[in-house]
T-cell receptor, first 112, second 112 residues
Framework: DQQVKQNSPSLSVQEGRISILNCDYTNSMFDYFLWYKKYPAEGPTFLISISSIKDKNEDGRFTVFLNKSAKHLSLHIVPSQPGDSAVYFCAASARSNYQLIWGAGTKLIIKP | DVKVTQSSRYLVKRTGEKVFLECVQDMDHENMFWYRQDPGLGLRLIYFSYDVKMKEKGDIPEGYSVSREKKERFSLILESASTNQTSMYLC???????????FGNGTRLTVT
């Protein structure tokens, strides 16, 4: 049973528009969430994180929103740029454990 | 900038061969990890190590072993490769528990 789910395998967005990537989790013990970005032939790179004591965290064009009651988080990219085309992974952990549980990834394609 | 180096980008091995995947990090990180990435499954943790000569099983350790004789080097060993071990293998390190992971570029292993 997947504890972290990214239900959209792919997403296509026009350049300049907003990209919204979604992630759902089932384990209520998770209290720390991260997004990683992966280009082909490279390892994932850390993008942004959020702790469960917050419901929003921003870093430049990237914002992560956390809805604890719905066990849902989303990554917003505004405005989307061609270099944002990549696979995005959502990951979660419980601070008591720190072991990351990963979603299957969403491939984001930014169209010119 | 943290550098995690995996010795091979591509490997092709035969069923039954013993396979070594090497990983070196240059930032004196305590923790090192081996993941495999398969389509639709995200990243799954094979083994991790929090100190020299220390190792812990992850979610899918069967068929694998690891070695950490020096702090900077973490090796993954497939004792007798099988076709279901064909995958992308990713090594990662982190400064401490809860810190973001830094990944190598991966080794794509094909077992025929």
């Amino acid at each position: 049973d997947q504890q972290v789910k990214q239900n959209s395998p792919s997403l296509s967005v026009q350049e300049g528009r907003i990209s919204i990537l979604n992630c759902d989790y089932t384990n209520s013990m998770f209290d720390y969430f991260l997004w990683y970005k992966k280009y082909p032939a490279e390892g994932p790179t850390f993008l942004i994180s959020i702790s469960s004591i917050k419901d929003k965290n921003e870093d430049g064009r990237f914002t992560v929103f956390l809805n604890k009651s719905a066990k849902h988080l989303s990554l917003h990219i505004v405005p989307s740029q061609p270099g944002d085309s990549a696979v995005y992974f959502c990951a979660a952990s419980a601070r008591s454990n720190y072991q990351l549980i990963w979603g299957a990834g969403t491939k984001l394609i930014i169209k010119p | 900038d943290v550098k995690v180096t995996q010795s091979s980008r591509y490997l092709v091995k035969r069923t039954g061969e013993k396979v070594f995947l090497e990983c070196v990090q240059d930032m004196d990180h305590e923790n090192m990890f081996w993941y495999r990435q398969d389509p639709g499954l995200g990243l799954r943790l094979i083994y991790f190590s929090y100190d020299v000569k220390m190792k812990e099983k992850g979610d899918i350790p069967e068929g694998y072993s690891v070695s950490r004789e020096k702090k900077e080097r973490f090796s993954l060993i497939l004792e007798s490769a099988s076709t279901n071990q064909t995958s992308m293998y990713l090594c990662a390190s982190s400064f401490r528990w809860g810190s973001p992971l830094h990944f190598g570029n991966g080794t794509r292993l094909t077992v025929t």
